[in-house]
């Protein structure tokens, strides 16, 4: 599961709280979670170096005794299709489509194709 750094560290700063709270040392969580005392995932996680997944989220919540929702990742809020996209079909049947949304180029470059490609622009030409 890819995270952003902001996510990983988020994730990491409640983890920190929550083994603090539950009083546990980190061989104790590790054991309870299914782990080796001596794996070091858990650091990891710690210090935001990668996310557990969400499985793992959820037994780490159950373990620590916290709702699972605090350290799962907040749902995404997205914006209202008339924010974003907007569609009008004049009289002689041609659609205008305005999109305005920001992605990252990995996402936003298929969409481009597709959009150009439709318009009759070779693909070797982006």
Same mark, same amino acid.
């Given at each position: $599961?890819?995270?952003?750094?902001?996510?990983?560290? #988020?994730?990491?700063?409640k983890l920190?709280?929550?083994?603090?709270?539950s009083g546990?040392e =980190?061989?104790?969580?590790n054991?309870?979670i299914?782990?080796?005392r001596?794996?070091?995932?858990i650091?990891?996680w710690l210090?935001? +170096?990668?996310?557990? &997944? #969400?499985? $793992?989220?959820?037994?780490?919540?159950?373990?620590l005794? @916290?709702p699972? !929702?605090? %350290?799962? &990742?907040?749902?995404? @809020? =997205?914006p209202?299709?008339? #924010?974003? %996209?907007?569609?009008t079909?004049?009289?002689?049947?041609?659609? +205008?489509?305005?999109?305005?949304?920001?992605?990252?180029?990995? !996402?936003? $470059? &298929?969409?481009? +194709?597709? =959009?150009?490609?439709?318009?009759? @622009?070779?693909?070797?030409? %982006?």
């Amino acid at each position: $599961m890819n995270k952003s750094a902001n996510h990983r560290d #988020e994730i990491a700063a409640k983890l920190r709280d929550a083994i603090t709270q539950s009083g546990m040392e =980190l061989p104790d969580v590790n054991v309870a979670i299914g782990f080796r005392r001596n794996d070091t995932r858990i650091y990891n996680w710690l210090k935001a +170096r990668s996310t557990p &997944p #969400e499985d $793992m989220l959820r037994k780490l919540a159950t373990v620590l005794a @916290i709702p699972e !929702q605090e %350290l799962m &990742p907040p749902a995404p @809020i =997205l914006p209202r299709v008339g #924010e974003v %996209l907007t569609v009008t079909v004049n009289d002689a049947g041609n659609a +205008r489509i305005r999109l305005d949304v920001t992605l990252p180029l990995a !996402q936003a $470059m &298929p969409l481009l +194709r597709l =959009l150009l490609t439709m318009n009759g @622009i070779p693909e070797g030409e %982006l």
